[in-house]
């Protein structure tokens, strides 16, 4: 899990020119007077961490001030030239895994309070991204690959418009300008830990944004990493906030910034004093220890045969550390699921980026080809933080690899290493069901034999898991991104990290709420358990969300910050006699009205609010067949009282964990099992 903090320092100085400049300059935060939210906060030592570590939380650190970004001259005038610059440490506790990234941003307003503390920075959420009404303008220093945004790689800079999907972008490096040749290009690691500094400046009359990194203490290159011509006076509005956002998902991670100066209508934003910003934090403990070590003991006097020696012993150790993994003598009964991460390393090429498949709130997904088999698998990385109820996941996992289900993503087995668990699943050629349904630039739309098809598959997979195997077992993650296509577009339901095992007839334990918003069931907000009702009413949500190409939760229409249950959204519509206006629009006509009825009435049957309502898996499978009569939805309002609490954020649809009341007691059980996110 990665760690991003941005550390701002501050000594504030606002000056007024002659000319009209606006400048101010933070060597350091404490006693400024800045703005901050949600967990944002400034340290003791002037420090502003926007970021405090603990899941799902957004932070924003802005100039409490609004700047007038236009001259006086009149309507129609163009964005006057700015310029800025700050200094920020980003530190990961996981050398290759990161949180979401961090942006500097102008936008209309200082509250975000809509905005999702997920993979949208705290700048957006689902429904407002990329619109041009936002008038946001953005430059992020991103640390995740996401697929959605089109991101170039995992450690990159962008300029951003209205949204997360840059209209420039480049890996992080500098151009080394020492020598007099113009500039050598130098990559660096945004999670490195170590301290850096951004310039951005913007010429108002050529309209060109030019964006230049660099170590701290260095001078600023001549040539910038970023340069490009847009016209932002279609973009920032003329009373506009100055700040910086970050978010996290599930990831264990701070943003902090060092320091900041800003100036509009001026010539550059003035230099920052390097000896009066706060120190970056440390991440970790003593990571270059040992190399520190051999530097002072290798000079006093090794002899030749020693020295080559110690380079044999470290050239192994090396070895052993980069395929080490955690193994323990429990572990040997589940020998045949057990995988060696030297294999997986080397079926993904590295985990390199251009093996990826995907990547969620907890973790990536890999494309790999194992060297022995020449299997094709998908790796899906995640990390866990506890060794308690390793045991007794690991046993759950192993068993459910055992299923045997043409509807269900083989599990094949695992692998455990340092603070990180790796599952491998058999590989789907065709990818989540999420991107045919929701992927706007896909054409044509997944057409409704196929999603009534997946519908079928998906059903008799969960019938499968509910009452033919030894145990019954409980998904918890029921939702369209799990549910992944074959090459002859069959669906299977995969993703087992959140599932839970209990005897038939037996009662399932209390547990921590898991799963994803919008699918959880509102039993689950009182009781804790999982039980096979709670994946009935999450296929019911999944059932609406194929037939409506709808998520199962979205913003309201009407702009005022609300949110619309998709269940909701299908009742008023079906109480209303028109539910064939439910139906995907991007079908154009083109389905079978019965079948698209039957799976309509039947998600909402699914979605009861009261699990003593709701049909199991077989009689759904009966009605699918039309081998038993659906009944009419009851015209009864339905209570989502307590699934709404759940919701707090409008969270997307990334899975997530909820402590609950018996959080306290699950603790002995471990968290490693509240793994998610789709594959």
Same mark, same amino acid.
């Given at each position: ?148 945004? *089109?991101?170039?790689? %995992? @450690?990159? =800079? ?8 840059? &209209?420039?972008?480049?890996? #992080? +490096? ?111 403990? *003593?990571?270059?220890? %040992? @190399?520190? =070590? ?8 090794? &002899?030749?045969?020693?020295? #080559? +020696? ?134 044509? +739309? ?234």
């Amino acid at each position: 899990m990665p760690v991003f903090v941005f550390l701002l320092c501050v000594s504030l100085n606002l000056v007024h020119s002659s000319g009209g400049a606006i400048d101010f300059i933070f060597n350091g935060f404490a006693g400024a007077n800045i703005t901050v939210d949600d967990s944002a906060m400034v340290t003791p030592d002037g420090v502003l961490v926007l970021t405090n570590g603990t899941y799902l939380v957004k932070g924003h650190g802005v100039y409490p001030a609004p700047l007038h970004f236009r001259s006086p001259s009149g309507a129609g005038a163009g964005v006057l030239s700015f310029s800025t610059t700050f200094v920020f440490a980003i530190l990961s506790e996981y050398a290759e895994l990161s949180a979401y990234g961090i942006a500097f941003f102008i936008a209309p307003t200082k509250s975000f309070t809509d905005t999702l503390p997920s993979q949208f920075m705290g700048l957006f959420n689902t429904s407002d991204v990329g619109n041009a009404t936002n008038h946001v303008f953005a430059v992020e220093l991103d640390t995740l690959l996401n697929v959605e945004f *089109g991101d170039m790689d %995992s @450690n990159h =800079v962008g300029i951003d418009i209205d949204g997360l999907r840059s &209209v420039k972008a480049a890996s #992080a +490096a500098y151009y080394d300008d020492e020598d007099g040749s113009g500039g050598v290009l130098r990559n660096l690691s945004l999670i490195s830990g170590k301290a850096m500094q951004v310039w951005v400046d913007y010429d108002g009359p050529s309209t060109e944004i030019n964006v230049t990194l660099a170590p701290l203490r260095m001078p600023k290159p001549k040539k910038p990493l970023l340069s490009h011509v847009v016209d932002l006076s279609t973009v920032i509005t003329d009373k506009s906030y100055v700040g910086f956002a970050s978010s996290l998902g599930s990831m264990s991670s701070r943003h902090c910034i060092l320091g900041w100066s800003f100036c509009l209508n001026g010539s550059s934003a003035p230099p920052l004093d390097y000896s009066k910003l706060p120190m970056p934090p440390v991440a970790g403990g *003593g990571g270059g220890r %040992s @190399n520190t =070590v051999l530097e002072v003991v290798l000079p006093i006097g090794v &002899v030749a045969f020693v020295l #080559a +020696a110690i380079t044999s012993v470290f050239v192994f150790g090396w070895r052993r550390v980069k395929y080490a993994e955690l193994r323990e003598e429990w572990e040997d009964e589940f020998g045949p699921r057990r995988f060696s991460y030297k294999d997986l390393f080397h079926a993904t090429g590295g985990f390199d980026d251009r093996h990826l498949l995907g990547a969620g709130g907890f973790g990536k997904v890999y494309k790999g080809v194992l060297r022995a088999s020449k299997l094709q698998v998908a790796v899906k990385r995640v990390s866990h933080d506890s060794r308690q109820g390793i045991k007794e996941f690991v046993a759950e996992i192993t068993s459910i690899g055992r299923l045997q289900h043409r509807y269900l993503v083989r599990l094949l087995g695992y692998c455990r290493r340092r603070g990180e668990l790796l599952l491998v699943y058999e590989y789907m050629p065709n990818g989540s069901l999420d991107k045919f349904l929701y992927d706007r630039g896909r054409e044509p +739309a997944l057409d409704w034999c196929k999603r009534f098809r997946v519908i079928k598959d998906v059903a008799m997979g969960l019938f499968y898991l509910h009452n033919n195997c030894e145990q019954v077992i409980v998904h918890r993650d029921v939702k369209a991104s799990n549910v992944l296509l074959d090459d002859a577009m069959a669906g299977h339901l995969g993703d087992f990290g959140l599932a839970r095992l209990h005897d038939h007839g037996g009662n399932p334990r209390t547990t921590r709420v898991v799963g994803t918003i919008g699918y959880l069931a509102p039993e689950l907000a009182r009781t804790s358990k999982a039980t096979p009702l709670t994946d009935v009413f999450a296929f019911g949500v999944f059932l609406l969300e194929v037939t409506c190409g709808r998520r199962p939760i979205e913003e309201d229409a009407r702009g005022d910050g609300g949110r619309v249950l998709l269940v909701d959204w299908v009742l008023g519509r079906c109480s209303e006699g028109r539910i064939s206006d439910c139906v995907d629009a991007r079908l154009q006509g083109e389905y079978d009205a019965g079948e698209a009825s039957l799976a309509l009435k039947l998600g909402l049957l699914c979605t009861q609010a009261s699990p003593g309502a709701r049909p199991s898996m077989p009689q759904v499978l009966r009605y699918l067949d039309s081998s038993l009569g659906l009944p009419d939805p009851s015209p009864t309002e339905l209570d989502f009282g307590a699934m709404a609490s759940l919701q707090s954020n409008g969270f997307d649809s990334y899975a997530m964990w909820y402590p609950t009341s018996s959080a306290a007691s699950d603790a002995s059980h471990g968290t490693v099992s509240d793994l998610s996110g789709g594959r």
